[in-house]
């Protein structure tokens, strides 16, 4: 089967972000802050947006299951407050829980969490809880930069996150290191603030000795990793001045790269840098990049078209498309072998 | 001849250290002020700190000509005030310019200009205009992020920065956009910080439409781009998705690469993806990454070997190593043709 470890629900209905707009007036204007009952999405308007858009490309391209989470730049931690964030996680999380259901052979639910910019991310614990032991989530995506483009937040190795990761390792998921908009104008969100937090993780990473705390953790950057694989010598050789061990030790036991880069050589240059084991299949489609390359006449987010051309061994892309996530969502893992 | 576009001057004699740390501490303690007077370094010792280091590696490694410029993570833009920064690249940009009298056939100077956060960016026009006229330099470095890691600058398409490209035009010079030092805890200076800024300003020029206002401005992204040619494909898309015209028309009449990309796969997907037109040899010697990969048993920035070993015609090489240089840099197509 063919597992993609990064979609995201960027086709709910519009009820979804009316009600969500209503949130955001009501920060301002509390009388105007909409009750949760208010937003009514049925169960045919779920299964129309899906079934229009991400199922129907999935089995297009020829994908199985979408390893599903909120829309990443809706996450948009830095408006409001906490108690803004906590709302907007648990509806956007519950859609997401409800698609799985609708369609339980071809998506899981990841949760976003309701970080907000200077809280403790102690405070995402019990979303990050319900997630997981009643949505059967099987990942989170965590957001190194919470204020989205003004990065005041500590590095990832840093204590301020370990109650995250405590959790983490206690049920066994993996975190996708996913930032949402940017509201700084200096970052496009999705052409510079997107790769810049995921090249950001790994050099933070780099420097930090977090999986001596953790070895169990697990992060899957994505988007190909940000810029690290295309610079993977400058990261060995900053890995070396920092007298780290070599990043297959530091780092590769730990850290996965989703495939999320939208042309064959790029793809060519992460199976040629980066080991098979570390390699997660993922589209992000309907995502950041919409059209077709006028040079290959197909979706720049096909990424399994690229795959395909790649010269592995046939068992070495059963490991992109399958194993590897299997092995780093040991929960998606025992969900499939239940379900057989 | 072998044209490196990218090296700083890292190994100044210490005596600039020195300075430069009691004019920090004149900052809050004006009675410590030092008088540039105070900082005296001889010819000799210039001769020596290049003679041991840049100029035997080049000789080493079969490079003649280096564009020369003052220690980027050193401009530390964000410290003091736009005094401090003046005179601080005053005193650089100086010492660069001794180096190339010292030693006309191996180096020439780029200047760094005296920028600091909120400061406009005119400020910075009599010393660019005193390093082409005086110094005979042929660049400038421009950082886009004189902030240190906090962006609260415009974008380079924002017409605060136009004084600038007013001159550049006018002196045909062209900018290397480079980033000084991260005093943002989240981002380590030449793992992320230095990388993102190239993939921020790619991103940057892509959403606007700077090139229209100067057809003839020249802007050389360093360290290969970021991550721009990694993820060709996303930014061809996103420029699609935003209605751009084709990134070859859009950014590559005026954008330009360099190879400091500290491994070969990474070089072969630069060329694979960008025209050669657009790669300029560089090595940024001595800077990020100065140890010996164990991988080839040669140094991570000796990227003349990757190149020397891309699948290239002899003429295309020939544009990488020196003929796009003398296109790009025609201040110094100049001075060769004056030098024979």
Chains 1, 2 share one sequence.
């Not at 209503?22 to 308007?45: K, Y």
């Not at 109650?163 to 496009?188: K, L, Q, W």
Request: glycine content about 6%; aromatic content about 10%.
């Amino acid at each position: 089967m063919i597992i993609d470890c990064h979609g995201h629900y960027t086709t709910a209905p519009k009820a979804l972000e009316d009600w969500r707009n209503r949130q955001i007036a009501g920060i301002t204007d509390p009388a105007a802050m909409p009750r949760v009952a208010e937003l009514r999405i049925s169960d045919d308007e779920l299964r129309e947006s899906i079934e229009k858009n991400q199922l129907r490309l999935m089995q297009e391209r020829g994908s199985d299951l979408t390893i599903f989470s909120p829309r990443a730049s809706f996450m948009a931690h830095h408006i409001g407050d906490f108690a803004v964030s906590s709302t907007w996680a648990s509806i956007c999380n519950e859609l997401c829980y409800r698609v799985s259901k609708l369609f339980p052979k071809n998506f899981v639910g990841a949760a976003m969490l309701p970080q907000s910019p200077g809280v403790d991310p102690k405070s995402c614990v019990p979303e990050l809880e319900k997630c997981v032991k009643e949505y059967g989530f099987v990942a989170i995506n965590l957001n190194p930069d919470p204020s989205g483009g003004h990065w005041n937040s500590p590095p990832l190795t840093d204590r301020h996150w370990y109650p995250i990761y405590e959790r983490m390792v206690e049920y066994d998921i993996p975190a996708m290191i996913h930032v949402s908009t940017s509201c700084n104008p200096a970052f496009h969100t999705t052409g510079a603030h997107y790769i810049n937090a995921d090249t950001t993780a790994v050099m933070q990473l780099i420097q930090g000795d977090l999986f001596r705390d953790f070895p169990q953790l697990r992060f899957v950057i994505p988007h190909g990793g940000g810029a690290a694989p295309y610079h993977w010598g400058r990261y060995r050789g900053l890995a070396q001045e920092l007298k780290r061990p070599v990043l297959r030790e530091h780092l590769l036991n730990n850290v996965f790269f989703d495939t999320c880069v939208y042309h064959l050589p790029g793809i060519e240059l992460m199976a040629k840098v980066i080991p098979v084991d570390n390699i997660l299949f993922a589209s992000e489609m309907l995502g950041a990049v919409k059209g077709v390359d006028p040079e290959t006449g197909h979706n720049f987010d096909d990424t399994k078209r690229y795959i395909d051309k790649l010269d592995l061994r046939s068992s070495d892309k059963q490991k992109i498309f399958e194993g590897n996530a299997r092995r780093v969502y040991p929960r998606l893992d025992r969900r499939l072998k239940s379900q057989q």
